[in-house]
Nanobody, 126 residues
Framework: QVQLVESGGGLVQAGGSLRLSCAAS????????MGWFRQAPGKEREFVAA???????TYSDSVKGRFTISRDNAKNTVYLQMNSLKPEDTAVYYC????????????????????WGQGTQVTVSS
């Protein structure tokens, strides 16, 4: 059974930083892309960042240059380093695992992912 557990969310002032972690189990972590999505109240879940099984990365335009995704295959963990946070980054952040192993390219659509964590709240005050 695949499980994803996020941690690291919290309340931070604008301009501050947070690092989210997502620990995965139940799947051969190193062969799957991992992604981060977020959902603000009243809005649809949106793509934030993803890292392929081979280390390729892609970001949404809204976070490019401020957020960095990384993975540690020895720890079965994916990270999201968030710097220069803005109030509009406030949302519940979810990690997810790709539905297909060894995918070519970096998946960015919600439908590419089949398992999701429970989410962690990030609140950025102005």
């Amino acid at each position: 059974q695949v499980q994803l557990v996020e941690s690291g969310g919290g309340l931070v002032q604008a301009g501050g930083s947070l690092r989210l972690s997502c620990a995965a189990s139940g799947r051969t972590f190193s062969t799957y892309a991992m992604g981060w999505f977020r959902q603000a109240p009243g809005k649809e879940r949106e793509f934030v960042a993803a890292i392929s099984w081979s280390g390729g990365r892609t970001y949404s335009d809204s976070v490019k240059g401020r957020f960095t995704i990384s993975r540690d295959n020895a720890k079965n963990t994916v990270y999201l380093q968030m710097n220069s946070l803005k109030p509009e980054d406030t949302a519940v952040y979810y990690c997810a695992t790709d539905s297909a192993p060894l995918r070519v390219g970096v998946p960015t659509l919600v439908t590419h992912y089949d398992y999701w964590g429970q989410g962690t709240q990030v609140t950025v005050s102005s």
